[in-house]
């Protein structure tokens, strides 16, 4: 097994202490949410960054949960349009939620 460096021992710490402090934050996620932020911390990201690389109106990072929330809705929009035999623009609009 391989060792940690003290650097990656400390970006460790931090992350799982980032990810506490950001759960709080957040309160009520659903259980395949938290399963699914809880692997992308685990793999060194943090929980304020998304595997998407969605960002906010402001040009920075949306954070996992809110990027997880908006590519489900936007799902959701296209599969409802689908249904009802017409494409709708869902438009580029940038949603971003702060905690």
């Known amino acids: 097994m391989k060792k940690h460096t003290e650097f990656e ?17 957040v309160g009520h996620m659903a259980a395949d949410e938290r399963k699914g932020l ?3 911390v685990a793999s060194g990201n943090s929980a304020y ?14 954070d996992y949960i809110s990027a997880m929330r908006v590519t489900e809705e936007m799902h959701t929009e296209i ?16 949603i971003c939620v702060y905690f």
């Open 49 to 62: 960054n998304n595997p998407y690389y969605i960002s906010c109106e402001d040009g920075g990072p949306m």
């Open 9 to 25: 021992k400390e970006r460790i710490e931090y992350l799982k202490n980032e990810l506490k402090e950001y759960e709080n934050r």
């Open 79 to 94: 599969l409802a349009s689908r249904q009802n035999g017409a494409v709708q623009d869902i438009g580029q609009e940038s």
């Open 38 to 40: 809880r692997k992308w």
